[in-house]
């Protein structure tokens, strides 16, 4: 049975023009057929600078590791490295025999310094790579502050966590903590590795971080998922909306980079697609999509791949152009993540009151589609990012609020923790609906 079903907005088009489609993919990861499952290299990356001691946000920080120490099975390997002006391995990566001796060790820390983000990072990839080969390497990087020391520009630092994850199948998940790190570093750092975002502004979300990370990387079912994706004769061209890494390949496909999924994750992504021009009658071709991915069994990971061509119908009348409308909740989701996107960029460029303006704009457009019930999520999401401009940009941590949210409904992951305010846990979370 396929994990994958794949499906057009509009499977009829009118012939003889140009067109606009969406394709929605959703994915439903197996179950896991098993409890026993391969031990995972788990590495914590934390920043022990200064600012880390006000509101005892190391304290907190120390505890959830500790509460990640006790959870760890007989077989897993653990490490820490912190880093400040700095960076030192606490805890080198190997099993952990005498939990309370290494639980000691960790509540004994505390700050000082700047933040070595980049060296913190190079060292922890570097105990990950103790590992066996084929072992699941997972690295939670942590930190409240800004790069300032060793590398800081924000393309070199992405490009790190990137070939982290080429070169040694190591996934970074990034958890910033409190008002002051770079929200759009550790999202791309974490887009770029297919690992998990969290903005934390609460000591209490700090252990449900690390767990949560943890859990997941014991969990998988689905590893290192790729969509490869090449144009066909109908299809004048296609996007996505920006929520995965994009490569070209050799043979000029090109290739969407989701990453790993834990049992029973639902994943779900939209396409946009500009159809050619067609006669009446005839059926066309529109992309072509190969699923690559490792399925992990009870004997081990077993490469696997599935192709899916994706076609479309060319009609006169348009009473047969009809919207598949149960697919609307995903496109005004992802259509949604780009929105606030663009609300940023306005907003950075000192254009408050047009990027107000034009928030309203595209939700008085969701409101026109008459679909209240499967809108509720991008409408929800638009009114409480111009309520947070309103009520001051900064000093409602609303830039960190629309950049966390703008990610996790691209991402529309049901298993990644939403970790922001609860009362914006958008639907998708922790859904296992049959919509598709």
Not at 314 to 330: H, K, R
């Amino acid at each position: 049975m396929s994990i994958f079903t794949t499906k057009l907005d509009y499977n009829k088009v009118l012939a003889n023009q140009e067109n606009d489609v969406h394709l929605v993919t959703r994915i439903d990861a197996p179950k896991l057929q098993s409890d026993e499952r391969k031990p995972v290299a788990f590495t914590i990356c934390l920043d022990r600078s200064s600012s880390m001691a006000m509101e005892r946000k190391f304290d907190y920080a120390l505890e959830a590791c500790v509460g990640v120490v006790k959870n760890l099975r007989p077989d897993d390997l653990f490490s820490l490295v912190t880093f400040d002006s700095e960076v030192e391995v606490v805890l080198p990566l190997e099993k952990i025999e005498d939990k309370q001796r290494v639980c000691e060790i960790i509540k004994s820390l505390s700050t000082r310094g700047m933040t070595y983000l980049s060296g913190g990072w190079e060292q922890a990839k570097d105990e990950l790579l103790k590992a066996a080969p084929g072992m699941l390497k997972r690295m939670l990087l942590l930190s409240d502050g800004v790069a300032n020391r060793g590398i800081r520009d924000h393309r070199e630092l992405i490009t790190l966590v990137g070939d982290g994850l080429r070169d040694h199948g190591i996934r970074t998940s990034c958890l910033g903590f409190g008002d002051h790190y770079q929200e759009d570093l550790l999202s791309d750092m974490a887009t770029h590795s297919t690992g998990n975002f969290y903005d934390v502004d609460s000591k209490e979300k700090l252990p449900i971080v690390f767990a949560a990370e943890l859990e997941g990387a014991l969990r998988i079912s689905v590893e290192n998922l790729r969509v490869r994706i090449k144009t066909e004769e109908q299809c004048e061209s296609w996007d996505d909306f920006g929520g995965m890494r994009k490569t070209i390949l050799d043979d000029g496909r090109t290739e969407l980079l989701i990453g790993d999924l834990v049992s029973e994750e639902v994943r779900s992504f939209a396409l946009e697609l500009k159809v050619r021009s067609a006669d009446s009658g005839s059926i066309g071709r529109l992309i072509s999509m190969d699923f690559v991915y490792d399925l992990v069994g009870e004997d081990g990971s077993l490469p696997t791949s599935e192709e899916r061509m994706i076609e479309i119908s060319f009609v006169n009348n348009p009473e047969d152009v009809q919207l598949d409308d149960t697919l609307l909740a995903i496109i005004t989701t992802q259509r949604t993540s780009r929105t606030i996107r663009k609300a940023i960029e306005k907003i950075d460029q000192g254009e408050e009151r047009e990027a107000i303006e034009f928030l309203r704009g595209e939700l008085k457009k969701l409101e026109e589609l008459g679909k209240p019930e499967l809108i509720a999520d991008s409408e929800m999401l638009i009114r409480s990012t111009i309520e947070k401009i309103e009520m001051g940009w900064r000093r409602s941590r609303g830039r960190k609020f629309a950049q966390y949210s703008s990610r996790s409904y691209s991402k529309m992951s049901s298993s990644e923790y939403w970790s922001a305010d609860e009362s914006y846990s958008p639907s998708f979370k922790g859904t296992n609906d049959d919509e598709l």
